[in-house]
């Protein structure tokens, strides 16, 4: 160790726990709030509500980061395909308003987890965003690194279908593909994530991951039971319509309820049980959810600010 | 003369929008000038993933002088008329002055502009640019109000070797104009102070941006195809990916990669579309035109032997990652033959208000086994059964992931299932032909699904009533029109349409809409006249035939387009034509006057002329020779019969007074003429034909 070279002391570790404890570090320094992940089952990062919701208001400053365990059912491969995971990380970053140095921050996270852009093709390739479900769509890019797809780069134009003002950028980095790239590797699962030796017990993604990949893809694809999916999509439903309608409304905990009837319509999708008819009207009742929370989120910051002004 | 210099800085620029943009910059900036009167020399866009920029150059300094003239009220007009007046020119009673004219004393104002400064114009005109710009999609940023494709970060504005005093106002931000532009994001990011164009471009491309789109894509094509020629290969050609792509660099630097060997039996469509799609490569090909196991990628970096390696293994391996998915769909898609996935299109969407997939597959497969009937060589059995299984790829994993495959991996599949070559090639050519330019199947069993599948489409819109209209053809009937109409054509098909149309209506049961198909034969007639048009046939020749009416087999239609087109060119045609015209003329011009037609019979004892005598028996003779040559189609023999007409047309003109005194020689002759132009109306409606 005591004949490292300043290079070596200054390349960033590249295990999965130290790209996200890099990524956290960076992020922090520019001012973002660290959260945890939310603690329920969602599809992406940014259902998070600190996105959702926190993109419309109150703040008129809101930055923060965080990492969020996303499920995708049907993208399960039983542990069979060296790309394709039924659950993966995101590390999310939202900043409201988006600053003008935006692709620079960025570009500074690379450099951060050590892609250095004067050592690869960096580029912004046009990709638009948009989340049918929670009814909101933004322009931008996704971020090549020689031919990689690293990151969804994207200035949010609406959520839940409210326009967003100030409008806020999200960066979204798929981490294992994004460690895949760093480390080298071709399967998922040879990951290293905790740089420890194998010998003194170090894990790669795969002990960690495998067989919780070969059984959720079993229960996703075969044995949840859909009668009780049903069920629960329409109690959920049901919940988060009479939490906004409630003389007191609770926009958190009814987005919860939104949240869960997203998880549940995908997990029936994956079970095959909706025709591609039915598909589109189980979207559009997960949005009109997100769309009521939204309301009622924003409403409720209004209400928040002019009694704090009143 | 001064020169004018414009750079709009931004984030990156879809590829697809770049073009355009620069068309529409420098159409603001012409329309703009123009309309100030402002002379220039000439204008030029540039445009490249971060900038728009634009030159126009011998700019006057200034607009002209301009002296205007108004004339206002009568002196002695009333107070509130004259107050007006002085309030629109903006002079005083005492600077207007009184002049006599031939209709009393009126005042009148002198009215001296002096002409604008031209660099005040060409700063209202970068605001109006940045406003107007017509993208695609826009969006806003920040709190700024303005919307641009992308974050606008600076603006460069030099006129006359000075930078325009100005600013863009976003609504939070503003961006005073510079003379300060950046060159390559990572390779040459500092500031760089800019004198004029020509340094603006010399200094761009010291630091590695090639302004010019035109020379981006010259040397892209000059570097891949050496990397190529290296390696005894081709690039395949793809313009649209070359276009594409030379909107992703501003530094172009083709790299060449390898494609692992144990992808090479995935087919070859899969690996050109997943390589052009997905990761924007060119493909490339053996002497034998064999795909090869090499991809071009055009990286945004310049030459370095270290990152060159680097990028080019990077590119590997998602490569890699993309075709291991590829291959495990074209491994597991072979375990399910496709036949048994012909049920599963039961889930697959066709529209809903025409109900899935799965019926219209059934729907073809009816309309197939029919139509293979006018199909000469056709077995009706191989049309079902390819119909049947044209749809089937739909639902495998390979389609779901490259829909651009869809027919092709049918063709495969079926291949692999050892369904007849009839079939597999009529799957994979059943979407045929998709434009224009694309070619049109000939086998006869890949016509009888790609017309049933064309047909049932347009007949299921048009019978809901959902047409298109202006632009809007959401679900391309037009393109599946003319679709049918070259493999009617091209295939020399002797297809009675409407009757067609029926019976695929009628496949389709109870629909909620009108219903009907009657609007569709006048579509299709829309479309030949379209398709014709741009094949340089004279629209008026087009007209002539189609005002016969009732025409649904285009194969004889155009048999008849084509002998007339040959008439009319022709000498006798072209007096025929005259003649008729004249005959015409006089027949209605008369039948306007008695408010009656001359229809009835030509009676023989009333033509005392023997120029009319000559004309009466050779219409006789011609209307024989007509009536055999319309039944036999043969619409040269019916020229010529016509042609025979002309010169007794010619003589009965010269040498008879159609109005004659006696009403009965009068009515005989207009009968005659009448008669003439029934008999050519067998033909065409000559009336149509232009002069």
Redesign the interface.
Known sequence: MATATTADSTAPARDFQSLILTLQAYWARQGCVILQPYDMEVGAGTFHPATTLRALGPDEIWNCAYVQPSRRPTDGRYGE????LQHYYQFQVLMK????D??ELYLGSLKAIGLD??????????D?WESPTLGAW????EVW????EVTQFT?F?QVGGIE????P?ELTYGLERLAM?IQ?V?SVYDLDWDGVPKDQGGKVYGDIFKQAEWQFSTHNFELADTDTLLRQFDDAERACHALLAHSRPVPLPAYDQCMKASHLFNLLDARGVI???ERQAYIGRVRALARGCCESWVAAGKDAQEQANG | MAEFLLELFS??I???MQARAAADLKRIFVDGLQAAGLDFGSAHAFVT?RRLALVIDELPLAQADRREEKRGPRADAPEKAIAGFLGSVGLSRAQVEERDTPKGLFLFAVVEQSGRPTADLLVELSERAVRDLPWP????????TQRYV??L?AVLAIFDGVTLTGEIDLGD?RLRFTDETRGH??LAPEPLKIQNFKDYQAQLADAYVILDRADRKARILEQATALAAAEGLRLIDDPGLLDEVAG??EWPHPLMGTIDAAFMEIPPEVLTTSMRSH??YFALEDSAGKLANRFI?V???AADA??DQ??I???E?????RL??AK?FWDTDRDAPLASRVAALG???FY?KLGGMADKVTRMTDLADYLARSIDGCDHALAARAAHLAKADLTTAMVYEFPEVQGIMGQYYARHDAEPEAVAAAIAEHYAPAGPSDDCPTAPVSIAVALADKIDLLVGFFAIDEKPTGSKDPFALRRAALGVIRLVVENQLRLPLQTVFDHARSLYGDLTGPGATADLLPFFADRLKVHLREQGVRHDLIQAVFALGGEDDLVRLLARVEALSRFVASDDGENLLIAFRRASNIVAAEEKKAGDSFTGAVDPSHLTETAEKALHQALSAADTGLTAALKDEDFAAAMLALAALRAPLDAFFENVIVNADDPTLRINRLRLLTHIRSAMGKVADFGEIEG
């Open positions: 395909n060296p790309n394709r308003p988006s600053p003008v935006s692709q852009p004067m050592q690869h093709d960096i580029r912004f390739v046009e638009d933004g322009l931008g890019w690194c020689d031919g990689m200035y134009q967003c003002d100030p409008v950028v790239f080298n071709d025709s591609v008819t | 984030e990156e879809p590829a697809r993933p999609k826009s969006q806003r940023w920040a709190r700024n992308r974050p970060q931000w994001r990572f992703l660099v990761q924007k990628v990286a945004n970096m270290d990152r680097t990028i293994a990077g590119n391996r998602v490569l890699r990652a291991s998915d495990f889930n697959v969407t809903e």
